[in-house]
């Protein structure tokens, strides 16, 4: 992992404080990523090279902080939302751990960002899009991509003791379901089989979280990865399905993080290039890296928000 944790930092641009990388370099996403895949390694803020690198991240996120609650730089392709959902759960999973100067901007930019996340979620949809998110505060439609990093942002603060509304949370827990091929299994970015192989993984991921990891349909739907996963090498978002796949397979336990886990590794591992890094998709490579490194170090339970419930039953 020091490998590519050492490729992550090479590729700062130290005049902008972010990445030069890729179409989204710039974006406080990214950048929040990049954070993540740093702290999901044992490393903290202010420790060492790689501690101070995470303050960077922070001080970025922090430094696109808006007066009114948006985390973001400009540089987010469709909509701020998936730039803004990351960085907020970045944020979250800092707090408590960093200086105090630091904690008290963190405090502010948090609690605003929370709001413009469940102000997003508030604004008036049809029936079917409710509870959900898109591209921007004022959408009035929804997609699972983007609603997996809100309510994985809700769900982290909630646990750091935030006022998330229960409602919130149950509203997102239903949207999700309501992606669900029933009778297949998996989930879909708008219907419910569109961009399965890549978004599956992130519906179960996000119903574990909220304790939902006993739930007949979730394991229906973890079956369905374990009888498709290898077909993500070579999908336009392999990455970022990789990345999900891995969190949910370990949220389910047993057989499902086994046999995931074994041809992850096998497969990924060769990958790797000599730099550290794994080969971009039009995201870039710092995205790509990050997102294999959160998805290897899946087991260390470094970030709070992936800690998996212990009445999992190791034997299923």
Partial sequence: ????????????????????????????GISSLVGMAL???GHHPGVGKFGRAIDRRLDFALDHAKE???IESGDHGHGPMYAHNISTLFLSECSGIVDPERQSRLDKALSAGIRVILDAQ??????????????FPNSTDSDLSCSGWALMSLRSAKLNGAPVPKAAIDQA??????????RHGHFG???DSDH??????????????????????????????????????GNQFEFYGTYYNAQAMFQMGGKYWETFAA???????????????WEGTSYGRIYSTSMMILAFTVPYRQLPIYQRDERVDEEK
């Fill in 263 to 277: 041809w992850m590794y096998e497969h990924y591992l060769k990958e790797q290039r000599q730099d550290g890094s």
């Fill in 39 to 41: 702290l999901s390694t």
């Fill in 1 to 28: 992992m020091n490998r590519g944790l050492d490729y992550l930092i090479s590729q700062e641009d130290t005049e902008r404080n972010s990445f030069a990388d890729g179409a989204y370099g710039r974006s406080t």
């Fill in 173 to 182: 827990v239903a949207y999700v379901y309501r992606r669900q091929n029933q």
């Fill in 196 to 233: 399965a192989d890549t978004l599956t993984g992130a519906a179960i991921l996000s119903l574990c979280l909220c304790g939902h990891f006993d739930d007949p349909l979730v394991k229906k739907g973890a079956d369905w990865v374990l009888a498709n996963f290898k077909r993500l090498p």
């Fill in 189 to 191: 970015y708008m219907g």
């Fill in 68 to 70: 009114n609650g948006l």
């Fill in 122 to 135: 508030a604004v008036r949809k049809d029936e079917n899009q409710q509870g959900g998110w898109r591209y």
